[in-house]
C-alpha cells in the first residue's frame, strides 16, 4: 500500500460472496469492514497530532516504529502492522485462481522448497504453529530466496519483502470455522491468485532496492 496519513480502507477487491464457500461472505464482511477497517481508523487517529510522522510510508511505519515516541509507539506498531498485513492479505486472494504459480515464481518454489506441496506444507506448519493470533508468511529476500515465515499479533516480517500471507488470527475464519485452523489454511490455500504473486514476485525482484533496510 503506497500511502502516508490519513490512510484510507482499500475497498474489497471482490464481491463479499466471491470466496465462497472457501471463505463465507460473513467472514469476509466482518473482517474486512469492521476489522481492518478499525486498524486504519485506530492508526489515523494516532498519527493525527503528530505531523512529524504523517509523511511516514506505511511500510517505515511497519519496520521502524522503534523510533516513535513513547505513547504512539506500540499503537502504530500494532495498527500499522494490521493495516499492511490486511492489505496484502485481502489482495493475495482470488474468486477463481489458476493452480500454479508460473515463470520466476515457478522456478523459485522448485530451487527453495522442492515442489509446491512442500511450500504448502511449510506454510501449513507455520499457520499451525503460530500460537495465538498471527500470520504465516511466504517472503523473499534481495537474491529472490523464498523462505516462510511467522509472526505474532501484527507484526510483519519487513525487510523481508512478503509475497503471500494467511491470517490466522480467530477473526479470519472462527465465524466459519470455529476452531478448525487447520480447515482453514487448507481452503484459503484453494483462493491464492497465483499469476498476481507471480507477477509480483518477477516485478518486485527488479526494484528490490525499494524493500526497507535496502
Ligand atoms: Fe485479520
Not at 10 to 38: C, G, I, N, V
Not at 110 to 122: E, H, S, V
Not at 188 to 206: A, F, G, H, I, K
Request: charged share 20%; aromatic share 14%.
Amino acid at each position: 500500500m503506497e500511502q502516508h496519513y490519513p490512510f484510507s480502507l482499500p475497498p474489497l477487491p471482490y464481491a463479499y460472496d466471491a470466496l465462497t464457500p472457501q471463505l463465507d461472505q460473513r467472514t469476509l464482511h466482518f473482517h474486512h469492514d469492521k476489522h481492518f477497517a478499525a486498524y486504519v481508523d485506530n492508526l489515523n487517529k494516532l498519527l493525527s497530532d503528530q505531523p512529524e510522522y504523517q509523511s511516514w510510508s506505511l511500510e517505515q511505519l511497519c519496520w521502524d516504529w522503534c523510533q516513535l515516541p513513547d505513547d504512539i509507539r506500540q499503537g502504530v506498531r500494532n495498527n500499522a502492522g494490521g493495516v499492511y498485513n490486511h492489505d496484502l492479505y485481502f489482495k493475495i486472494m482470488a474468486p477463481t485462481p489458476a493452480s500454479t504459480p508460473s515463470g520466476d515464481l515457478a522456478g523459485a518454489i522448485t530451487r527453495d522448497f522442492g515442489d509446491l506441496q512442500a511450500l504448502k506444507d511449510a506454510m501449513k506448519a507455520a499457520a499451525l504453529g503460530q500460537f495465538g493470533s498471527g500470520w504465516a508468511w511466504l517472503v523473499f529476500d534481495r537474491e529472490g530466496r523464498l523462505s516462510v515465515r511467522k509472526t505474532a499479533n501484527q507484526d510483519t516480517p519487513l525487510p523481508l519483502c512478503p509475497l503471500l500471507t494467511c491470517d490466522v488470527w480467530e477473526h479470519a475464519y472462527y465465524l466459519q470455522y470455529q476452531n478448525r485452523r487447520a480447515e482453514y489454511f487448507d481452503n484459503w490455500w484453494q483462493l491464492v491468485d497465483w499469476p498476481q504473486l507471480s507477477e509480483t514476485y518477477r516485478l518486485r525482484r527488479s526494484t528490490l532496492p525499494r524493500c526497507p533496510n535496502d
